[in-house]
């Protein structure tokens, strides 16, 4: 596979994709095929961490689920992704105490055709970038956040990034949910 060079940004179209993912550890349920057919007509959060059993990783994905209901008062479907098989992300879940209460799914791209076609693959170990995308009812890119594989993300910025662009309106600087937007 040629790695893309170009990460796909705001006012883009998110690509189409199907996916097996993790949706718990209960045995006999542990998988679902998730698509971006289910999410047309829904605000949607995918965020992407490099590796599973690591370090950095299960801090964010813990973070993202204690903010789960967050997301959900705002309509917006949360998504987790990563280039590692569906059975390492079932094994990690198991494995680490953080994860077993997940309630979002953790899309397993082993192909690694979307985190490609988004434009996230890193160069050399072809794994993801931690990369945040927020996504429109009509499939539209309308944040893109890209940290380096060291630097874990900041979850309540997310939030208040969705919640900005739902307002439909002008937001200043520093704004914060609940606060006034611009009058023009």
Not at 6 to 15: A, E, K, M, N, V
Not at 23 to 44: A, N, Q
């Amino acid at each position: 596979m040629k790695i893309k060079k170009r990460i796909l940004g705001i006012g883009q179209t998110f690509p189409e994709f199907k996916k097996q993912a993790v949706v718990s550890t209960e045995p006999g349920k542990e998988f679902k095929e998730i698509s971006s057919d289910e999410l047309r007509g829904k605000w949607f959060v995918m965020f992407w961490w490099p590796k599973d059993f690591t370090f950095v990783c299960p801090t964010e994905i813990e973070s993202f689920n204690k903010h789960y209901d967050d997301f959900a008062q705002r309509d917006a479907v949360l998504l987790g992704a990563s280039t590692d098989s569906e059975f390492v992300h079932l094994a990690w879940r198991r494995e680490h105490p953080g994860l077993r209460e997940l309630r979002f799914p953790m899309i397993a791209d082993t192909s690694k055709s979307l985190a490609n076609d988004l434009g996230i693959l890193e160069a050399n170990e072809g794994i993801a970038y931690r990369a945040t995308f927020i996504v429109d009812p009509e499939g539209i890119i309308r944040w893109v956040n890209l940290n380096d594989l060291s630097v874990g993300r900041n979850v309540h910025e997310v939030v208040r990034v969705l919640e900005a662009l739902q307002t439909g309106e002008l937001t200043p600087c520093d704004w914060e949910p609940g606060q006034p937007t611009l009058q023009v």
